[in-house]
């Protein structure tokens, strides 16, 4: 399909949005606002997550629909708020992206490497704010707290505050591991809190440096406790039992059963 014909598609979306909004339309959609789609927006998000990891093209296409669709609504809303329009949400992005890729748009030497690139996008972004705000960049605060800790140890690397290889990294969690058992010993459950904080943090560094995303390489552990915790339950099921009834023995070589499965297969 041409860039044409995409725009075509685009604002007949446009045009199916606004009549779902307008009189004799879905009852629905008329009585939505920024605010009460707000949970519709994360939850098509995340779908969208698990699509990409998923790696079929098929459910990939409909999730990139589905977030589509939130941002032509969020548009139709504004519209008729007589905020702002599609056009103008097209029209800011397309100039930002001109603007960011100076190097493509406006004949400026070519970045020699994708870092060199993020480097010279955060001081254009700096720019843009004419000073303003925190050279971190507004990393949005509703994220994920491992994702959102990534995003700000990887854009503080760019601006030069790193450790310059490994070794110090894994020194700075060795740290924080002591003195998260120290406070722990003090029974001061606030200072236990903010030395678990520093733990987490310093984990998160690591993973930067294995070029690892913290919050996905969670995300899958928790998948294999919950498989391995949902194989004891199978097993104890069979011989008639609960867990309130099994020994921590009696769980821990079921979990075990599991971990050997999943090592084979």
């Known amino acids: 399909m041409s860039h044409k014909a995409a725009g075509e598609k685009f604002t007949d979306l446009l ?13 629905w959609d ?14 098509e998000t995340y779908e969208l997550l698990e699509a990409l990891d998923g790696g079929d093209v098929t459910t990939l296409k409909e999730e990139l629909g589905d977030l589509l669709l939130q941002v032509v609504f969020h548009s ?22 001109i603007r960011r890729h100076p190097y493509v748009f406006a004949g400026e030497p070519l970045p020699q490497d994708p870092a060199s ?7 254009i972004k700096a720019k843009e704010k004419d000073g303003s705000g925190s050279s971190l ?16 140890t990887e854009r503080a690397s760019q601006l030069g505050f790193d450790w310059p ?23 001061d459950k606030i200072r236990s809190g903010e030395e678990m904080g520093d733990l987490l943090l310093s984990l998160v560094n690591l993973a930067r440096f294995f070029d690892l995303q913290a919050e996905d390489v969670l995300a899958k552990s928790i998948d294999k406790f919950t498989r391995r915790f949902n194989y004891i339950e199978i097993g104890l099921k069979k011989t008639n039992r609960s867990l309130g009834a099994a020994s921590l023995q009696e769980m821990d070589t079921l979990w075990d059963e599991a971990k050997e499965l999943e090592r084979k297969s």
């Open 117 to 123: 690139v993020l480097k010279q996008r955060l001081k």
């Open 165 to 187: 290889d490994i070794e110090p990294v894994w020194k700075k969690v060795e740290e924080e591991i002591q003195e998260l058992k120290a406070a722990a010993l003090t029974g």
């Open 137 to 152: 960049g507004d990393i949005p605060q509703a994220m994920p707290a491992l994702a959102r800790a990534q995003r700000i």
């Open 30 to 43: 008329k009585e939505q606002t920024h605010v009460s789609l707000k949970p519709c927006l994360l939850e």
């Open 76 to 97: 139709q809303i504004a519209s008729e708020e007589n905020q702002f329009t599609a056009e103008a949400v097209v029209s800011n992005l397309t100039e930002k992206l």
């Open 15 to 27: 045009d199916v949005m606004a009549r779902l909004r307008g009189d004799g339309g879905c009852p």
